[in-house]
């Protein structure tokens, strides 16, 4: 297993948001972390990313914990996420938005544009055309020079994904990338995914409403509901499961009924 | 119009100087790093005030009391740095306000060390007149005969501090012009559109901040001991509040996130700042000339509020930008 949570708990105030948590991510997986609204999903990248720290348990990620660590680290051990609603720069160019993820630049520490401009000018021209490359692989060439701000909804996700793809991550969490995406879009989207995994061994965990789309791409599947795993297992398994249709369907069923009353 | 004269426009070169070095440790903080310090006035006096008490007191050199002073501006950026930079951008701006006002109110209330009400000169008790700056005008003159031998002209000692502040500010302007454009500065920025999505990227957010803070503490600090070398004498209401809003005002009127519009903002404040004198056109005139010297204050506030609402670019900023939604 690349990601490991086991027995994770965080309350805010009383409510228990993740309580005793567990489930694995395998190596080049793609694994869909789903369940109903409130139902912890968000909680939990923000517990795996550092943004929040666990009450008690553990993340362990490729053989390390990472439960203590700060967010910027968890980001260089190769955790990265991208956000449910894009957190792209808007006043920085796109290309200035590609070329901040990039690791290892010398020229990050202060004065070293002064102290050693060559080592800092060869890196940048690696970084630029890594940058580049992205670019043109998630089709945003034409756009580096604009400021991200004027970018469109789906666009600022395909910005996003790629900024992350810049920290060259081993993992990446993906909180509703297709939502409020046009169709085709979001079939490029999920189309880099594939990709992600298939080119550059990527492992990616990613929550989705869609059931049908999570279904047909992804290869594991674990079901929160009121902040623990409720189940997990292939696709198919956890369609047949009677809790995961009792958390979706059985609540859906109760509020038809009150609705009714 | 008169007393248009040579020394009047050199007192409000080294003005503008100044204050342009003054407007660069508040452009680090805040334009490059969104840190917004509502204190800045705080760093200047405490490097002021540590100067000259250790001159007066431990006859100090001049450079070394100098370089005391900016480590005491720095040892203030980690005192309000370390505990409120890792929460919300508004607790550092409450904390630093309160700073300003701090410093200000312990420089009246400890006449002991810092003279009191009365200033710097009372730093040695009623008894005798304190100096401090008595090493930067040897320096001046030697600048000042320095310059007459190799140009045969004989020059002030003002020009000579004109000189000296206007390439301490250009060798400043230029080093961080070029750090902004390299990959710190860029960090810098995505921390100031968004922290968490720099921290998000692997960037240590803190330790920028932390950075930002203090180069910016080390730079306004300068910029306060050189306006108390070139006044001669300081009190605790030479470091009011308003200082800072000064250095506001000329990051607006240059242009918001634009460092080389930072001489002219400075230049467009000081004649304004400096220039009374301008004021003495009709109807201004059938003020007396105390009255016109507030007017003048009251023109600085109407001048903020016009930028505001008709240009919050400045003369040279990028209005496009400056409307994008964060």
């Known amino acids: ?117 060559a080592r800092v000018a060869r890196r940048e021209a690696e970084i630029r055309a890594q940058a580049e490359n992205l670019l043109g692989l998630l089709r945003l060439s034409h756009l580096a020079e604009a400021f991200a701000g004027t970018l469109s909804g789906g666009q600022r996700k395909l910005l996003e994904l790629g900024r992350t793809l810049m920290v060259e991550p081993r993992m990446i969490l993906l909180d509703e ?25 990527i492992t990616v965990c990613i929550i989705e409403h869609d059931l049908d789309l999570i279904m047909s791409v992804s290869d594991h599947v674990v079901v929160m509901d009121e902040g623990t795993v409720i189940a997990s297992g292939s696709p198919a398994e956890v369609q047949a499961d009677g809790r995961v249709i009792e958390a979706y369907i059985g609540r859906l069923d109760a509020a038809v009924v009150a609705d009714a009353s | 119009m008169a007393g248009l004269d040579l020394g009047f ?83 550092l701006a409450i904390a630093t306000v309160a700073a300003g006002e701090m ?59 004109a000189l000296i502040v206007f390439v301490v500010m250009l060798l400043l302007l230029v080093f961080f012009a070029r750090l902004e454009h390299s990959p710190w500065g860029r960090v810098l920025k995505a921390i100031r559109e968004d922290d968490v999505a720099a921290a998000s990227v692997g960037k240590h957010v803190v330790a920028y901040k932390m950075q930002a803070l203090i180069l910016g503490a080390i730079i306004g600090g300068l910029s306060g001991m050189l306006l108390a070398l070139q006044i001669g004498v300081f009190s605790p209401d030479d470091y009011a509040p308003t200082l800072t809003f000064y250095a506001y ?6 242009g918001m996130n634009r460092i080389w519009a930072i001489p002219l903002g400075a230049i467009l404040f000081s004649l304004l700042y400096t220039g009374t004198r301008f004021l003495s056109f009709f109807p201004l005139s059938l ?38 939604e964060k």
Request: proline share 5%.
């Open chain 1, 1 to 117: 297993m690349l990601l490991e949570v086991v027995d994770l708990s965080k309350t805010f105030g009383g409510i228990a948001a993740v309580s005793h948590a567990s489930f694995g991510v395998a190596e080049r997986s793609i694994t869909a972390l789903i369940g109903p609204n409130g139902a912890g999903k968000t909680t939990m990248f923000n517990l795996l990313t550092g943004l929040i720290r666990a009450d008690s348990g553990m993340i362990r990620f490729a053989g390390r914990s990472i439960e203590r660590l700060r967010t910027d680290l968890v980001a260089r051990a190769g955790l990265v996420r991208v956000f449910q609603s894009p957190r792209i720069l808007t006043r920085m160019t796109v290309r200035e938005n590609m070329m901040l993820a990039a690791k290892d630049q010398p020229g990050e520490r202060f004065g070293m544009a002064w102290m050693a401009p």
């Open chain 2, 9 to 91: 426009f050199l007192f409000a070169a080294i003005t503008a100087c100044i204050f342009a070095i003054m407007a660069l440790g508040l452009y680090v903080q805040f334009s490059l790093a969104g840190l917004p310090n509502f204190g800045h006035v705080a760093f200047m006096a405490v490097a002021s005030y540590a100067m000259a008490i250790l001159v007066v007191r431990l006859s100090l050199p001049l450079p070394l009391a100098m370089l005391c002073g900016l480590l005491v501006a720095v040892a203030l950026a980690l005192l309000l740095g370390i505990p409120c930079l890792r929460l919300r951008a508004d607790y």
């Open chain 2, 287 to 324: 003020f007396d000339s105390g009255s016109r010297a507030f007017l003048r204050l009251f023109l600085i506030g109407l001048m903020l509020v016009l930028f505001m609402a008709l240009r919050p670019q400045g003369v040279l900023g990028d209005r496009r930008q400056l409307l994008l």
């Open chain 1, 177 to 201: 990338p297709m939502a409020g995406v046009a169709p085709v879009l979001a079939e490029q989207l999920l189309e880099h995914v594939k990709m992600l995994r298939a080119q550059r061994g």
């Open chain 2, 249 to 254: 005002l000329i990051l607006i009127l240059g």
């Open chain 2, 103 to 161: 410093v200000r109110y312990l420089a009246m209330n400890l006449p002991d060390l810092t003279g009191g009400p009365l200033g710097s000169m009372a730093m040695l008790g009623p008894d005798q007149v304190a100096f401090y700056n008595l090493g930067w005008q040897a320096m001046l003159d030697r600048v000042a005969a320095g310059i007459a031998h190799v140009t045969g002209t004989p020059v002030s000692r003002d020009a000579a501090a």
